[in-house]
């Protein structure tokens, strides 16, 4: 039981990094997309890309941090003391770019929503660096079992970490660009598809360059780790990666976005399951094995009857929600972010 | 249901993660966790009950056609959207928190109440489906259809703040494990989220949630009336919120009695605190006012019997002082007793405004005339809203040296980690300039012509 919890737990986080990431990643491109003039059009489409599904893409966090101290309450309580500095940072940019993006779609000129946008891309960039890091910081063995008993500092400015923390941000870029490369052909405007799809192709060698090069880090620093990640399910999921990553280029090469979409998301994905698998048993690798983190079987099972309910109400809904997101019915008008406040 | 009595004598369990040791910041974690507290349950009451008076509204369009009503509909909706973002974002530091400041209460026990997030978080999830669809839905589905997809925003409004306070109902209530060596175990879930208090707790916070939400929704619009906009839109937007907050006033008056009953029965110790008492008595006093010194409540007014009618419904009822526990399991006195009656003073005044708003409805079938009254409505917004933090101060710092009532302290609950003033000080500039923002952003959008919509 405390596999299918833990697995919940990944399904919910790999669909965070996919969804949310990608809404992290539309804020990087918001906060490298130029001047008010230049920019504005990248900036309309974000706008309208991210409004309606953003706060439902943000809500998998809080499944799994909720999975995750129901089923493994003293994994949680461990992690979350010794990666106080990170999950503060992470928590306060949350703060920030909900609220910045909320505001700017009401602000009235130019200053404010230039002021409100570098809020909102800013922290778009360092909110996904900070989980990265503290994920990187886990899988690195840096959490003791304890109270803030792991260093406040190296658990997370590591190698791995820092590895983690910027493939964090590079996914959620390359992720961003394919998803928004399809809005904008849905919207019918050639420009902005090529924009997007010129972000793609490059974010997708940048996060295929740091995925491999993430690889050498923890060949070096945590053995272990790299052992599962090349043998058995864990290079499987690798694999998988890798031909989904190549795939996707080839997809975006030759401007199928629909199905890039999916490319790319297996490819993030298969990092996600693979890093699992690698570093099973253990859940704080070192420290504590899944099954010694496991909450009492009553919880489990309780907990497996509630999420069990709750999906049966929860993946209709999100199918209505992304159907008709993607068939554009709730779109709205697209509009350069400039030109609200041109005369 | 476990024997408090006999709890209390075993030790409390050091937890998942051991004793943290002394703590010099505990004061600042507990300042930080009230403050995201209090920042975020402003937005648990429009989340409760502002769905509800959009649809009302939208089903009134429905049925007449009147662009008035789906003018007024479209425009709270743009409210509820709003304050929705703004509740995820703050609602996601509440469960950060749990494990940056409380780890060893959510180590020791997040398997116990633990389930109560998780159904939570399925509402949550379902409800930021809904709201979007929703609000980005206007004039793009069919009308009908629209209104349908408000339904499941109204309910997960409901149920999400159903799991919550069924767990603080828990923490207060404790039930659902058994503590054998200073461990948790023999956990039952389901028995730890229906706890006794949930339901008081429950219908308390929900009717606050009408409370609130509908008196400062009828604060704006009766600016307007005052500054002389009086046209049918205005006229529209005042009564509907006005008269949803005025039926729950007086009704809170009577769940905070329940409330208050269900207290003193069960936390003896913290309604003590409530009213100061130190020793107890029969047929005890009820003090208005008064600052509690070296075990009395001095310079206060004092009604004779008052508190032993209102805890127990007799005049000679015997109601247990502070003494009956040893001085380091009581709650801190003066804030717990001053937020009670902050409460439930606003809560009276509430609700004689709410009768006269009735009164005059129901026998001359007209809004009063006063400009007085106006004003009130005005003032009625705020005020609701700081009986909402005082309540929730009363029954959190009430609950006092206790995380989990008579079982763990916060002393044990809380990191071992350093720096939390800097968090503190971090956070409370973050939350001053959500507030600016937020109230900047509401503002604006009150000035816009609804015809912008």
Redesign the interface.
Known sequence: MAEVCLGLMIAGLTAYGLLAGADFGAGFWDLTAGGARRGGRVRGMVKRSM???W??N??W???V???F???F??A??????TL?VP??G???G??????AF??RG?A?TMGEARGLGAVFALSSVLTPFFMGAALGGVAAGEVP?????GD?WSSWTNPISLLVGVLAVATGAYLSAVFLAGDSERAGLPDLVAAFRARALGAAVVTGLLAAAGLAVVSSEAPDLFDGLTSGAGLVCVIVSGVAGAATLALLWTGRFFLARFGGALAVAGVTVGWVFAQSPYLLPGELTLDQAA??D??LT??LV??AL?LL??LP??W??YS?VLRG??D?AYEPLDQRFRP | MIDLGLLAQVAPPSG???D?GPQPDLLDARQMQAMSFMFHIPLVCFGISFPAMVLFLEGLWLRTGDPVYKRLAKRWSKVM??M???G??????L??E???LW??F???????F??G??????S???E??????YV??WD??RPRLHFLCGI?VVITGITGSLMVIGVNGWMNNPTGFDVHGGKV??????EALFNDYLAHELVHMYVAGYLVAGFIVAGVYARAWLKGRRDRYHRVGLVVSLTIACLAAPVQLVVGDWAARTVADRQPVKLAAFEGLANTEKGAEFTIGGIYEDGALEYGISIPKLLSVLADHDPNGVVKGLNTVPKEDQPPVNPVHLSFQVMVFIGTGLAALAALYLLTWWRKRRLPHSKWFYRGVVAAGPLALVALIAGWVTTEVGRQPWVVYDVMRTSQAV?????LEI?YV??AV?YAS?AV??FW?LR??SRQPAEAD
């Open positions: 409004g309606p599904v706060e439902a943000h809500v966090l809080i499944f941090l909720v999975i101290w129901t089923a309450p003293v949680f309580g461990s992690a979350m003391s106080y999950l503060f992470a928590m306060v949350i703060v920030l770019r909900g609220a909320a505001l009401q009235a079992v304890g109270n803030a008993q406040p909450a009492g009553a919880t309780a907990t509630s999420v709750g109400v929860l809904s999100l209505l929600l008709l019915r709730l709205q | 998942g993660l051991g943290p959207l709003i929705f973002a703004v995820v974002v703050t609602g996601t530091v469960s950060f749990f494990g940056l780890p060893n959510t180590a020791t026990f997040g398997e116990v633990g389930l997030f998780a159904l939570e978080g399925f949550f999830f379902i930021a489906i809904f709201i979007a669809i980005y839905g793009r589905i499941p175990t023999n956990v039952r879930p389901w990191t071992a980690a350093d720096g968090g971090f956070l973050l959500l923002a937020v952003l604006r959008l």
